[in-house]
């Protein structure tokens, strides 16, 4: 990874902020608000429930049960890895001209 490249370290800060969002007015009331990842699928109305497919659709339900922090750490640590192989592929093209 470039050190002079501070996007890296702000894709890290996601996950983070979204526990802050939580954070943040659980200090005030002391009640935790979660966020499931099936807010998002709610959100933008996306179906996620399937019939006749009973042990799958319990599966996913677990899944979106999981905290949306979670997956927006996982997706932008994902990000930041295809970044960085994509960033040695350009330098090692730029190397070899």
């Known amino acids: 990874m470039s050190d002079d490249n501070p996007f890296y370290g702000l894709m890290l800060f996601t996950?983070?902020?979204?526990?802050?969002?939580?954070g943040?007015?659980?200090?005030?009331?002391g009640i935790w608000t979660p966020l499931p990842?099936?807010?998002?699928?709610?959100?933008?109305?996306?179906?996620?429930?399937?019939?006749g497919w009973i042990g799958l659709q319990s599966m996913i339900?677990?899944?979106?049960d999981c905290p949306l922090s979670l997956l927006v750490f996982l997706l932008s640590l994902v990000a930041i890895v295809i970044g960085a192989v994509a960033g040695a592929m350009i330098d090692r093209g730029r190397q070899s001209i």
């Open 15 to 22: 996950g983070p902020g979204v526990l802050a969002y939580q």
């Open 24 to 29: 943040y007015p659980w200090l005030q009331s």
């Open 37 to 51: 990842i099936s807010l998002v699928f709610d959100y933008f109305s996306w179906p996620h429930r399937l019939k």
């Open 61 to 64: 339900d677990w899944l979106l």
